[in-house]
């Protein structure tokens, strides 16, 4: 259920990106504002990663779960009966700060489950957001074509999103946090939690740098299938149909995280994700569909798992401050990752493919240098054995 929430959730800050120009017809958003929806989603995402997660450490979990999902119905609300540009794009900054709320319930999840078990489970929860954030472009694509009106998607979005407040609303038990630190002191810690934990900074840096890669490659993706391969909005959205199967990743990785093959998990995802993005460098201008997807599939799958398993060991790091801890991470993640859609709309322009494949390798190399420094320090750092 966690799972399925968090994956509507976010789910939401993604239909309109496909709708744009048939929304702004309508609401008379200019051509120059339209990439203004990305922004402000992107923004009001920062939001709530910096401001509404870590409340997760210090208030009733579920309380503030429901909370946002009224914020969302609202924000739904107002996105599918406004007529006015400003109220729209308004929209789109709540449904951003209220969707952060699926990273309360990642870490939530866990508290649920067995030690032994707790990489399994954020797999799966983890497998539910980005099944959202995959499924919504092609899911707003086929609603549209379907019901001849953009605002048909967040009607249905809306109807999705009660249902779901309503089920949490009746299984999902409360969790109170251990201690409950002051106002004050909760985010004055962030800083504190940030100098005091290597960890955080290693996995939050190699992950942002292959989200970074990541929002490039699906970025430039659909301008490559339309313009290479002719494909229609309906062909486009079965290519990024098909690229959420790397969600299923997510959940096998929590498991072999479990198993105590966490290191193993990270250096196949760093370096992976890097050797998939420049191979498309070759097996897109060679034309092969069939490469570029599995390609696509591979790297999705690649950037979970990296995902996955460093939140799992992130959240060994104090249990009293997990949310703290995932707030931290994700800001940093998101800051960073958020250039991506800028960097490879640029690239795509001005390199063609080529721009956005290898410029997305070159930061997927940055995270595997970073890797091999850190796996160098702890080597000497060592205590040698006898």
């Known amino acids: 259920m966690l799972a399925v929430a968090c994956g509507v959730l976010v789910a939401n800050n993604y239909l309109s990106q496909t709708l744009i120009a048939e929304i702004g017809a309508d609401v008379g958003l200019s051509s120059e504002l339209a990439g203004a929806t990305v922004t402000l989603t992107q923004f009001g995402s920062g939001l709530g990663f910096a401001l509404v997660v870590p409340l997760a450490d210090r208030f009733e979990n579920r309380r503030l779960i429901l909370l946002s999902f009224v914020g969302v119905i609202l924000a739904l609300v107002a996105v599918a009966t406004t007529t006015t540009a400003s109220v729209f794009l308004l929209g789109c900054m709540m449904l951003g700060v209220c969707a952060t709320t699926s990273q309360i319930m990642v870490p939530m999840a866990s508290f649920f489950a067995r030690p032994e078990k707790q990489g399994r489970v954020i797999g799966l929860v983890t497998a539910g957001l980005l099944g959202g954030i995959m499924l919504a472009r092609p899911f707003a694509s086929f609603v549209?074509?379907?019901?001849?009106?953009?605002?048909?998607?967040?009607?249905?979005?809306?109807?999705?999103?009660v249902a779901l407040g309503l089920l949490l609303l009746r299984y999902l038990p409360p969790r109170d946090p251990p201690r409950q630190p002051a106002a004050g002191e909760l985010f004055a810690s962030l800083w504190t939690l940030w100098r005091?934990?290597?960890?955080?900074?290693r996995r939050a840096l190699w992950q942002a740098l292959l989200f970074l890669a990541f929002n490039m490659f699906w970025t430039a993706a659909p301008l490559e299938l339309a313009a290479r391969y002719e494909l229609g909005q309906d062909g486009i959205a079965l290519f990024a149909l098909a690229g959420?199967?790397?969600?299923?990743?997510?959940?096998?990785?929590?498991?072999?995280?479990?198993?105590?093959?966490?290191?193993?998990a990270t250096a196949l995802a760093i370096v992976g994700t890097c050797t998939l993005l420049t191979l498309t460098g070759w097996v897109v201008p060679a034309g092969a569909l069939v490469g570029f997807w599995l390609c696509a599939l591979g790297i999705d799958a690649m950037v979970q798992t990296n995902q996955v398993v460093g939140q799992?060991?992130?959240?060994?790091?104090?249990?009293s401050a997990r949310s703290r801890i995932n707030a931290l991470y994700m800001t940093v993640v998101f800051?960073?990752?958020a250039f991506g859609p800028i960097l490879?709309?640029?690239?795509?322009?001005?390199?063609?493919?080529?721009?956005?494949?290898y410029g997305g390798a070159a930061f997927a190399g940055a995270a595997v240098l970073l890797w091999l420094?850190?796996?160098?320090t702890a080597t000497r750092d060592a205590p040698v054995t006898r």
């Open 312 to 319: 799992r060991a992130l959240y060994q790091l104090s249990e």
């Open 244 to 264: 959420a199967g790397g969600a299923l990743a997510a959940p096998l990785a929590g498991r072999f995280a479990d198993r105590g093959h966490g290191s193993l």
């Open 335 to 337: 800051v960073i990752g």
């Open 196 to 201: 005091q934990h290597s960890l955080v900074r």
């Open 144 to 161: 549209t074509h379907l019901a001849g009106d953009w605002r048909a998607v967040f009607w249905v979005a809306l109807a999705l999103t």
């Open 344 to 357: 490879g709309t640029v690239l795509h322009a001005r390199f063609g493919w080529h721009g956005p494949a």
């Open 373 to 376: 420094a850190a796996q160098c």
